[in-house]
């Protein structure tokens, strides 16, 4: 029983474990966050990448999303094309 | 075994406070922003927000020296989205000049202009919280709002209201309802919040008859009891529709309505009563490596005479603009977004929306995924002359209504995906309406206005 609880929790304690084990760089690599500003850990979408990844989610199709998927991606891409043309309108 | 009971129990009590916590947990947080650089070179753009060549004081000499400025806009937006159906929208502003303002709103400061910086000038542009109650969507708060009539009535407004859109299967309602002016805004006004508002009631209706064809009904009620009792009602009636490789879009408006005690011809009493009116039809089309436009646009007049006040009325008024016309795409002569891109500088011979003729016809080139070229004409003419400069020969107003041709170019270059440099070029080759009205000319020695022209480098980025 106890072996059995010894286990599941290394178990647990590794699968949570491991992705800050990948995260972090081994000796031989570059750290490109620092170097580049590539792959940071806290890293978001600018809204140009957010409207060509909803882009191509779409262009999928129904092999992947069902239509009421593609609608709701749809809704979101015109609401990222809205914002972008917000934030570079003209006037007040 | 009691105490494995025990183990079960909280196992369970943890797995279900880690399950329940989570969606409540889930807050994203979304930032985005823009940030706008232009360079002028020019005698007409002068970093202000005037009708310009309508008064002496706007109207261009016979020969003139060119206004060179800098000038940068930043927006930031900070999305909470708490989850589809519900987040909140913040945008705020700041706008500089190279050299400072000091004045108007930035006069307990500056816009961080001058030496040193350090200028208060954060501008809250929209404030809202936008939230689904299917099938209504409702924004309350700060919010942007264009009409269905292309912007001519109130485009790109930033106005605080409640609006509300409904989907029910091809038909889209639009309900707002927004208070923009308020007597008590001073607090030097005694009296009851309310009683003395600026309100607009919006109505829009879209009908998709099919995936290429739509219609649409609108209906805005603009309800001024702040300084005389200013009620306006603006019907209109606009469609789209793609035909083959062409799409077709346009609209056409009434307005009625009346100001109490107000009177346009001086001396006389009463009401004025408004009939406005505007329409335009555009049309573009895929042709080579872009895009071919033309479009037409016409928007009422009035010719003084009486009280009866024909001008088409923008929301912000006659002299006002928070309206814009995006598909003429002029530099110089009529209001538009694009034109006008990421600054504070907003100068046009037809600022307020209204009394003019517009006919343009361009072509936006795709020249590489990362380099464009636009070119652009455009003829106005001024729907009533009743405004029209004084020629000082004759000591009368000019007979003619032809403004002027307005012949621009831009080209940009994608620098990065989100960088844009860009280069605008404008020329407006002014007509007889502005004859012998040169300012600064007296009496019996007319000179022509020498043509206005801009040139403008930007940078424009966004995140």
Known sequence: ?92 | MKFNKKMVVLAAAGALSVATALPAMALENEFHGSYGFKGFLSNFDRAGANNMLSSATTMLKKENQANNYFEQRARLTYIAKANDDLKMVTTFELDTRFGGITDGKYNLSSDAGGLDADGINLETKNVYIDFNIKPVNFKVGIQGYTDKLKGVFAGGADLPGIMTTTKLDALTLGMGYFRFDEAQKTGAVTGRLGGAATDLFALDATYAVSKDVKAGLSYYFLADYKDKDKLLHTLGLNGEAKVGAVTVSGFAAIQAGHQKNAQIVTGTKGNTNFHGFAANVAAKMAVGPGTARTAFLYLSGDDKKDNQQNAWHPLAGLTGSVSMYNEGATMMLVRSSGATGMGNSDDYVRRTLSDVALYTLGYNAKLTPKAYADANVGVAWAAKNSAAPVDKATTKPNATNYIGTEIDVETGYKVFDNLTAKLQLGYLLLGGYYKGAAAGNPTGQAQDPENPYTARVQLTYAF
């Open chain 1, 1 to 92: 029983m106890k072996k059995v609880a010894v286990m599941m929790l290394a178990a647990f304690s590794m699968a949570v474990a491991a992705p800050a084990f990948a995260a972090e760089m081994t000796k031989e690599q570059k750290d490109q966050c620092l170097l580049a500003s590539k792959g940071c850990a806290a890293e978001v979408d600018s809204i140009q990448k957010k409207i060509k990844k909803l882009d191509a989610e779409i262009k999928k199709g129904k092999k992947v999303y069902s239509a009421d998927e593609i609608k709701k991606l749809q809704g979101k891409l015109k609401e990222a094309e809205a914002l972008l043309d917000t934030l570079l309108s003209g006037g007040n």
